[in-house]
């Protein structure tokens, strides 16, 4: 297997932005990793909480021959899964692009395209709560393996784990296990859409190209793009956040 190149920082403003400032000098594979980030970003226009504790890192992927976004997504978010599983923590994918345990976020992920003129780069950014204090105003919401497992984990081990299961993962066969992992079809949610229309339905289908198809009274109908909450014994539980259709957005630099 290929190595990666691995750049440990101890606090940077986002792995994101350190990644496209430095995006010519960075090989394939480089994986910038800090300790601490002070503006970290998430999907949006979110900001994304980075104490010491957690796990933030963003991936350099320069010659994948797939450079369809959510195809690395759903490659990244089996990766997740089964290193949490393999820690017994019984993590599932929630459409787009949010790790579960439950009904609260453990992890998110961004991927970006670094287009100049075509698209040269993928830029991964993963946050992953572990040994982090869960912030109060997201604690209902959020989790950290610390709070599942009881114990610390290594946040380099964890890492490895990650980026070899990435290279085990990225398959033919990838959407199909990806839809092992996600949990949401027959769920009752909201779809939330990009005009702030709400549609109550169930999870019929989550399709190869991103897309989720909702139930609604009957009729089938495809979204694109919106935010999930899910609806557990007639109570809307879960967080209600922008998202983008696959919490992919194209950023042009130079
Ligand atoms: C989300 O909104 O769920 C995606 C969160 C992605 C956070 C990670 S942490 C490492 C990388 N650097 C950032 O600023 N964001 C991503």
Do not use: C
Not at 118 to 135: E, R, T, Y
Not at 225 to 245: D, F, N, P, Y
Request: proline letters at 2%; aromatic letters at 8%.
């Amino acid at each position: 297997m290929e190595t990666w190149n691995i750049i440990h920082l101890n606090e940077i403003d986002s792995t994101m932005d350190y990644v496209k400032r430095n995006i010519s000098a960075l090989p394939d594979r480089s994986v910038i990793w800090a300790d601490m980030q002070y503006k970290g970003r998430g999907r949006g226009k979110n900001t994304w909480l980075s104490p010491r504790g957690g796990l933030w890192f963003s991936v350099v992927l320069k010659s994948k021959d797939n450079m369809n976004p959510w195809h690395t997504m759903m490659t990244f978010s089996v990766a997740l899964v089964r290193t949490l599983r393999r820690h017994s923590v019984d993590a599932w994918i929630k459409w787009p692009n949010d790790i579960y345990v439950e009904r609260k976020k453990v992890a998110g992920i961004l991927v970006e395209n670094v287009i100049k003129g075509k698209p040269i780069a993928q830029v991964v950014g993963i946050g992953l709560n572990v040994n982090n204090d869960i912030d109060r105003t997201i604690s209902d919401k959020a989790t950290s393996l610390f709070l599942q497992m009881g114990k610390q984990i290594s946040l380099s081990d964890l890492l490895m784990t990650i980026l070899d299961e990435y290279d085990s993962t990225d398959s033919e066969d990838i959407y199909e296990r990806w839809l092992r992992f996600s949990r949401l079809l027959g769920m009752d949610v909201e779809l939330v859409d990009n005009s702030g229309v709400i549609h109550n339905g169930r999870v019929a289908n989550l399709l190869m190209d991103g897309s989720i198809e909702l139930s609604e009274k009957g009729d089938k109908k495809i979204y694109r793009a919106g935010s999930l909450i899910l609806v557990h014994e007639g109570l809307a539980t879960e967080i209600q956040r922008k998202t983008s259709k696959i919490d992919v957005s194209n950023s042009h630099i130079g």
